[in-house]
């Protein structure tokens, strides 16, 4: 069960793609936790950017703003937070000095021909002058050294981490890289294997990179796995295309934890596959989360598998997170009213209920109005966040306590 | 309930190059009008391969072992490909899994709506003349031979064609009027439609090419004086030469105002005109041909429609539907003498086609005879064909040729594997790189047999059926029917389908499936909807043929949630309005809840279960449904999922007895050897298991699905109070 420690902490997290002479904001300030051990579902329609975010937490993108922190050191940071507000700190600093130089003009000729007054006056001035220059400088060095610092993690969290972790446990350590913690499964199991690779290249392609050159090692660990997830050694020498789907997708799974990660990101692991086959995937890391007492970031589209796999699920619209809560609670008292559409929209294996099945339409248009106030993320239980502006957040609290 | 499809025994196989694959294996299911089938299972299960097989699509390798589609007095697995042409798409449409593959993505979303329809539109009048003609010739016959009594024969000959020819003559003159409406009444629709959009761009201050969309109005506004739409003597003219002299305002000065009231005015009138009834064209076509003081212009169209209706029936209709009847009736009277005799003949029949091995020269010649006299005893004249005895000829003749081909084939490919066998055996003894010898495709010959054995006694049972049902047919509807068919015909001949109606036709369609804004809509490429705009566009191409069946492939697999539920309320909605009947394949059991009104479950090829909606999510009795339905979570589940383990089974080698066994915690030892039959649970239900067998042991469904079932229940009976 999942303890209190924050794995993964993700600050602010903006990922902006180049579109033509615009941009996309396909994650647009985006702010969880996951703690250890714990399901964090993701949940939306397709194109609201849950596989960007967590394409943006392995580090498949460079993120464009905000921070990404696993394990206490940050692996991933933007800049374009800290640049806009170095732009704005040169702004501001222009105009200031800009009015000053305008006053002393006035005050200098209100002196008239008084010499002591025009030099008081111009002392005056240069003297503030300067200090908004110097304040200026230190704003820029400050900012500039944020940048040079996020720069730097982006780059070398695994030289940052290696380091750290020396001091720590000598110089021998062999636990020196950070972002093979993470590991990702895909959504396609046929598109993400390489089809002219057998199964043991595949799944063993992660520890060669690392450096491990002993065969028999090799082999060891490659039949580990793969009896972990539920196939036979024989199984290695065959190519992809010679396995059913669900076998595939045991494949993609084995080629993730082999590195003995900490997180992983199942990106619609279930969605490509037959609904018998779907329950054995599910089961399969149910049991892998038990035994290596993995942490899963879960993003899917179907809610029925999500309630039942996720301790915590965010539901995410348009780049956004409107509302975040455990499951049982998101299921039992949906607030944002994108969340409720969604759960309107569950098909069950019960006729007689789906023939009543009323769907609620969304309409972001006509149930919000962000004219006077925009919205921002609020709490409005313990562990229950949802995005509005203070106006609906009454509102909300009072739906809540009416029930 | 009308049946639209009968599935009959299909059994289809694919050839590979490591064997045959048997796809489908001997499935029985059936399709009514108005209803949804859903066919549920994995992929592999031989679901889409069922229905590819309705459609005529099926993958060249694929072999038909046995088995037939029948629809509308034909088998569409033996129809040609030409043939075929008529069917696809006309009759039977299909929505694919993925709506991007299934558009032409460099085509307009306009074109490709209209393109069926205006081809359609050619050959479906082509069409109506020919069926009307032939029937109308076969009705004529009929009825000339049981009005002639001894010697009148000649005398009765020409009161009957003198009768054809008024009612020819009437419903052409009804046509030529209905046609004239419905000009006049598309364009008092289609000025309707612009002025609302012309109105709301004038008052949102934003106007665009007034001037060019007045100039259309009033074009437009010259084709809507008909009787029944804009009589005459309406203030439309009037309004409509002061439109014009507002529009030259409206381009000297840009005042809009005027023009807002005239529209306005005009609008009012139109849509008064638009709302009437219209009239019975085809009383009114007798009405104006042979009544010399016939007025139509200015009655209320109700009054009008019972006189017009007296008129006809006192002079001529009652009469006809008489000697309609007299022609029916000996028509069927004679098909059924032949058919005692058809029946007799097919049992003498019988043993040419049971010895050991059949004669060629024989079978043929039986074979012929039998034709020739089922041939005689169909009767022409019924609307509803009975496919069984239309089909009987190609059925038979196939099942020849396959049976006396495969004799010489079969020992061919035998011969042809043996050799590669062998040539493989050597590269490997001599250690050489080698492939391996493709298997041989060997057609079973004792199947070929049994399927002509099966043809041959469905006929003669369903004969023998219509015979212990012929004192109870009624002659009076049938003629009705038979003069509505010739009416319906008719009107089909001179409908024609403009490019106008059609793009009319396409954005009414576009709204029905629910895009919004379908004249910008209808004018953009695919790329530029987006997954669930672009799935609805493949529904209202499927749509705009207007076929009876609709089938869908997994049409929401593709798509999330929200537009997932979109699609299948649409779906639903169109099934409704349209009487559609559909086939609906899904491997997801919680979308068929919602859709279906029956559920066959598929595995390796058969059909396991076959039910009702409420049989298969209530009474669920076969473990892999069982099985299914436990392996998917729903809200509250919070245990674990019991999986099914392992994996469908190769098909090159479907395994013996049930195929479901090795996966099947519930399987026996009678499992793993024999096949179960489908045991008949109620009248609409039915499973493949030999738990259902009174000697096997009593076997309860999962607790998960039990507990699920008696959850959803007592929801149900909480929601009743």
Redesign the interface.
């Known amino acids: 069960m999942p303890d209190e420690e924050v794995l993964l902490k993700v600050e602010h997290l903006k990922q902006y793609f180049k579109l033509g002479n615009g941009e996309l904001k396909a994650v647009d300030d985006v702010n969880f936790d996951i703690k250890k051990g714990e399901v964090f579902g993701l949940v939306g329609e397709s194109g609201c950017g849950k596989t960007t975010t967590g394409r943006s937490i392995i580090k498949l993108y460079n993120i464009t703003s905000g921070n990404i922190y696993f394990k206490g050191q940050r692996i991933s940071a933007g800049t374009r937070s800290y640049e806009e507000e170095l732009k704005q700190v040169r702004k501001t600093a222009k105009e200031k000095i800009n009015t000053y130089r305008t006053e002393r003009k006035n005050e200098v000729q209100l002196a008239g021909g008084n010499r002591a007054r025009v030099a008081a006056a111009k002392q005056k001035y240069a003297k503030l002058i300067e200090k908004e220059q110097e304040d200026l400088e230190k704003n820029l060095a400050r900012l500039k050294n944020e940048i040079i610092l996020a720069k730097r993690d982006q780059k070398d969290c695994n030289k940052i981490y290696a380091e750290k972790k020396r001091k720590e446990e000598g110089p021998h350590t062999t636990d020196t890289n950070i972002t093979t913690k993470i590991q990702m499964i895909f959504q396609d199991p046929i598109a993400s294997l390489n089809p002219r690779m057998t199964v043991r290249e595949i799944i063993a392609e992660g520890l060669r990179i690392r450096g491990v050159k002993d065969e028999k090692e090799i082999d060891r660990e490659v039949y580990r796995v793969l009896e972990l997830v539920g196939l036979v050694p024989e199984h290695a020498e065959r190519y992809p295309h010679e396995f059913s789907g669900g076998q595939r997708q045991r494949i993609g799974i084995a080629r993730a934890i082999i590195l003995e990660p900490e997180l992983i990101i199942a990106d619609e692991p279930i969605s490509a596959l037959d609904v018998s086959i779907q329950a054995q995937v599910i089961n399969l890391l149910n049991e892998l989360r038990e035994k290596m007492g993995l942490t899963i970031m879960f993003v899917a589209h179907d809610l029925s598998v999500v309630k039942y796999f996720s301790d915590r699920i965010a539901v995410m619209y348009f780049g956004k997170i409107v509302e975040m809560a455990s499951s049982d609670e998101l299921f039992e008292h949906p607030l944002h009213p994108y969340t409720k559409s969604l759960l309107s929209a569950i098909p069950l294996p019960d006729p007689h209920y789906e023939k009543k099945r009323k769907r609620i339409t969304y309409n972001p248009a006509l149930a919000h109005d962000y004219e006077d106030e925009k919205p921002v993320m609020r709490e409005i239980k313990e562990g229950h966040f949802i995005y509005c502006n203070s106006k609906e957040f009454k509102k909300y609290q009072k739906e809540m306590n009416n029930r | 309930m009308e049946r639209k499809v009968d599935i009959k025994n299909l059994r289809i196989s694919f050839r590979t190059n490591s064997g045959t694959v048997k796809a489908v294996r001997n499935i029985n299911l059936e399709l009514n009008k108005g209803e949804t089938l859903a066919i549920v299972g994995?992929?592999g299960s031989g679901k889409s391969v069922t229905a590819r097989a309705m459609i005529g699509i099926l993958a060249p390798n694929a072999i038909v072992e046995s088995g037939e589609i029948l629809y509308d007095g034909k088998d569409l697995l033996k129809i040609s490909e030409e043939e075929f042409h008529e069917y696809r798409g006309n009759k039977i449409s299909m929505i694919f899994q993925d709506p991007m593959s299934s558009l032409n993505p460099i085509m307009k979303i306009g074109k490709q709506l209209t393109e069926a329809m205006i081809l359609n539109g050619k050959a479906n009048q082509r069409s109506a003349k020919k069926e009307l003609n032939v029937k109308m010739n076969q009705l004529k016959e009929a009825m000339i031979k049981a009005l002639a009594v001894n010697g009148n024969e000649a005398q009765v000959k020409k009161e009957i064609e003198n009768k054809i020819a008024i009612f020819k003559k009437f419903t052409a003159a009804g046509n030529e009027l209905e046609k004239a409406y419905n000009t006049a009444f598309q364009a008092a629709n289609e000025i309707l439609t612009q002025m609302d959009i012309l109105l709301s761009e004038i008052r949102k201050a934003e106007p665009e090419d007034v001037k060019e969309q007045l100039r259309d109005i009033l074009e437009e506004c010259e084709n809507v004086y008909q009787p029944f739409v804009v009589a005459d003597g309406t203030k439309m003219p009037e309004l409509t030469k002061e439109l014009k002299t507002a529009l030259k305002v409206y381009t000297d000065s840009g005042k809009a105002r005027a023009v807002i009231a005239l529209l306005e005015q005009i609008q009012a009138i139109l849509k008064e005109a638009v709302a009437k009834t219209a009239p019975n064209f085809f009383r009114m076509g007798y009405y104006v041909t042979y009544n010399k003081n016939a007025d139509i212009n200015g009655k209320d169209v109700e009054a009008l429609n019972k006189e017009m209706r007296k008129y006809l029936d006192e002079n001529f209709m009652l009469d006809f539907i008489e000697d309609a009847k007299a022609g029916i009736q000996y028509s069927f009277q004679k098909a059924l003498n032949a058919k005692q005799s058809v029946v007799n003949r097919l049992e003498a029949a019988k043993p040419v086609f049971t010895t050991e091995k059949l004669d060629e020269k024989e079978c043929r010649k039986t074979a012929k005879e039998l034709i020739a006299c089922v041939e005689e005893s169909i009767d022409r004249l019924a609307i509803y064909k009975d496919s069984l005895a239309y089909t009987f000829k190609s059925s038979i003749e196939s099942e020849l040729d396959r049976y006396f081909k495969a004799i010489v084939n079969n020992a061919k490919e035998e011969k042809r594997f043996e050799q590669e066998s062998k040539a493989v055996e050597k590269a490997v003894k001599a250690g050489k790189p080698t492939g391996t010898a493709i298997p041989p495709v060997i057609i079973d010959l004792e199947l070929v047999k049994e399927n002509i054995l099966r043809i041959i006694t469905r006929l003669q049972e369903s004969y023998e059926q219509q015979m212990r049902e012929a004192l109870s047919v009624d002659f009076d509807a049938l003629a009705v029917g038979m003069i509505d068919y010739l009416k319906d015909r008719a009107s089909a001949m001179v409908h024609k389908v403009t490019k106008k109606m059609a793009k009319l036709k396409a954005i009414k369609l576009m709204e029905e499936v629910g895009i919004p804004q379908p004249r910008k809509r209808y004018n953009q490429y695919p790329f530029q909807f987006?997954?669930g705009m672009r799935q609805r566009i493949v529904i209202a191409i499927a749509l705009a043929a207007n076929p009876d069946i609709l089938i869908c492939d997994e049409p929401t697999t593709a798509?999330?949630?929200?537009?997932?539920?979109?699609i299948?309320?649409l779906i639903n909605r169109l099934k409704e309005e349209r009487k559609l009947s559909v086939v609906f394949i899904t491997?997801?059991?919680?979308?068929v809840?919602?859709m279906?009104d029956r559920i066959a479950v598929m595995y390796a090829g058969k059909i396991v279960e076959y039910g009702t909606?409420?049989d298969i999510?209530?009474q669920p009795a076969h473990p892999y449904t069982w099985?299914?339905?436990s392996?998917?979570?729903?809200?509250d589940?919070?245990e674990?999922?019991?999986?099914?383990?392992g994996?469908?089974p190769n098909m090159i080698y479907p395994p013996k007895g049930d195929a479901f066994a090795a996966r099947n915690k519930y399987a026996m030892q009678i499992d793993f050897e024999e096949e179960p039959p489908l045991f008949e649970i109620s009248d609409t239900h039915s499973a493949a298991t030999w738990l259902l067998h009174p000697a096997a042991p009593k076997v309860e469904m999962p607790k998960v699905v039990k507990d699920?079932i008696e959850r959803?229940k007592r929801?149900?009976v909480a929601?009743d109070a």
Do not use: C, W
Request: proline content about 6%.
């Open positions: 994995e992929s987006s997954g798509l999330d949630v929200t537009i997932q539920s979109q299948l309320e491997h997801d059991l919680g979308v809840a919602n279906a909606v409420d999510f209530y099985a299914l339905l392996s998917m979570p729903d809200l589940t919070k674990t999922l019991e999986a099914i383990p994996t469908p699920r959803m929801l149900e929601a």
